[in-house]
RNA sequence: CGGGCCGUCGUAUACCGGUAGUACGCUUGCUUUGGGAGCAAGAUGACCCAGUUCGAUUCUGGGCGGCCCGACCA
């Protein structure tokens, strides 16, 4: 697309109730506003990179057998009473509102209790399981103290999956696949290398849940780990008797700050047993049906990225997720065969199914390369006088500075995939 | 939820109990053109409500909003 035409702009300063370096850098970069403490619009660029972070995540679901649905934000009280959770002291984050009849109602932070309600009414037999439905669906928490830019938000759209199994056999199986599916999204999105499973509070549900935390400053959790093992230990259960239980030993641990960028859980039959969810087994016995649960962020894993990929002059996308793969920068300075140059490359890239954002403003030099930079595309290439002059596009990879000189075809072949 | 700091053009900042200044951005013109240009001319601002005062953006109180530290965080 022509950054002329886009309507977001780039700051030179980030606002100065924007401490968060995510925040800051995406601001700067007109990815996303905020509108209130703890509540981010997303522009165009950060909804394209929202987007495929999102998309990454689908195919990762899809590729264990998710079925995507989208519920509701409203919530009915009725299902969360079953499970106890209506209650404000128990729950401390419910948005609850009434209809015009006064009728109480509340905004959605997580769904077990409606979709356990709702799969009732599909599940009634040992043929009809394992299943796992996720959704891409706004949340709402009415967190204390929102912080850290898009790490710790009152509302956003979380991808939350939840299994069905018949036995707990069969749901250690279904998390294990989920778990590795969750490895795949993380490396996809670039941040595999920094990235643990990591063993924190099962709750009441089970002995552990798994969390995958992100090695960053910026994290709010403190994780232990081995990296020799490649896994963490979530300081609140981090005891003697939890390294023995795993077997590692304290001298392997290493101290340091996560971000919690994505939580699994068993939940065994806590809801299915609240709510009736059973099916009839081979035997003709009534049996619960055996859930568990699996959520991921896409907002904040896009702030978790900026965080720890991004370097003193701005972000630095991973390919993956780019909003773009390519910044076309134009220097043109009123020349005309630079400009003609410009749009003929752009042509020839979109229409080889490379996504590019040209830069054809009237701006100077210094001012497009810091832009260039701030906004953080993979692949830069300056299109001006001098590279006319020497035949070749001027191409620097923003991650690590290589700089190239190409011609249109060889930038085509190395940008399209090989048949 | 406890503690602290803060609220001034679009953004970042300054000063002041008596005409609110600067930088970037924006508009117009000229020059400039490979790392956030220069000159000239413009437009744009005190969160809200009360109180003190001849006069409040400034002082006091309250409200609303923001950030930070801590607590909390299926």
């Not at 509108?35 to 689908?58: C, D, T």
């Not at 015009?100 to 209790?113: K, M, P």
Request: with cysteine; proline share 2%.
């Amino acid at each position: 697309m022509r950054q002329s035409l886009l309507f977001t702009k780039t700051r030179r300063e980030a606002p100065k109730d924007e401490v968060a370096k995510n925040a800051q850098l995406l601001i700067r970069g007109g990815y996303i506003h905020k509108e209130m403490a703890g509540a981010y619009n997303y522009l165009p660029l950060g909804l394209r990179v929202f987007k495929k972070i999102e998309q990454i995540i689908r195919e990762e679901m899809n590729a264990i057998g998710g079925q995507e649905i989208t519920l509701t934000a409203l919530q009915d009280p009725a299902v969360w009473k079953a499970t106890g959770r209506w209650d404000s002291a128990t729950v401390d984050v419910w948005f609850k509102t009434q209809l015009a009849s006064g009728t109480e109602v509340g905004l959605g932070w997580t769904h077990e209790e409606p979709l356990t309600a709702l799969m009732r009414e599909h599940i009634s037999s040992y043929k009809d399981l394992p299943r796992w439905v996720y959704q891409f669906q706004t949340k709402f928490r009415n967190e204390a103290r929102a912080k850290s830019g898009l790490l710790r938000t009152r509302e956003f759209v979380m991808k939350d999956m939840y299994s069905f199994a018949r036995t707990t056999e069969e749901h250690d199986t279904l998390y294990e696949k989920a778990k590795q599916a969750y490895f795949n999204v993380y490396k996809r999105v670039g941040i595999g290398e920094k990235t643990y499973i990591t063993f924190a509070s099962g709750g009441a549900f089970s002995k552990y849940s798994h969390e995958f935390q992100t090695e960053c400053e910026a994290g709010e959790d403190i994780s232990y780990i081995s990296d020799g093992k490649r896994l963490a230990v979530n300081k609140e259960v981090y005891t003697d008797e939890v390294l023995q239980d795993l077997g590692l030993e304290k001298g392997d641990m290493r101290e340091a700050k996560t971000i919690e960028v994505g939580n699994i859980f068993s939940l065994g039959t806590r809801f299915s047993d609240a709510l009736g969810l059973n099916y009839r087994a081979e035997d003709g016995s009534e049996k619960s049906v055996i859930m568990g649960c699996y959520g991921i962020g896409p907002g904040r894993l896009m702030g978790t990225i900026v965080e720890v990929l991004s370097d003193d002059k701005g972000i630095v996308w991973p390919e993956s997720i780019a909003p773009f793969r390519v910044h076309l920068v134009e220097l043109g300075n009123g020349n005309e065969d630079v400009g003609k140059e410009a749009a003929e490359l752009y042509r020839e890239l979109t229409g080889a199914g490379v996504e590019v954002l040209w830069d054809d403003r009237d701006a100077r030099a210094g001012e497009k390369f810091a832009d260039s930079d701030l906004l953080g595309l993979p692949l830069r290439v300056v299109v001006s006088e001098k590279t006319l002059a020497a035949g070749s596009f001027e191409c620097v990879h923003r991650a690590g500075g290589k700089t190239e000189h190409l011609s249109a075809s060889e930038l085509i072949n190395r940008l399209t995939p090989h048949v």
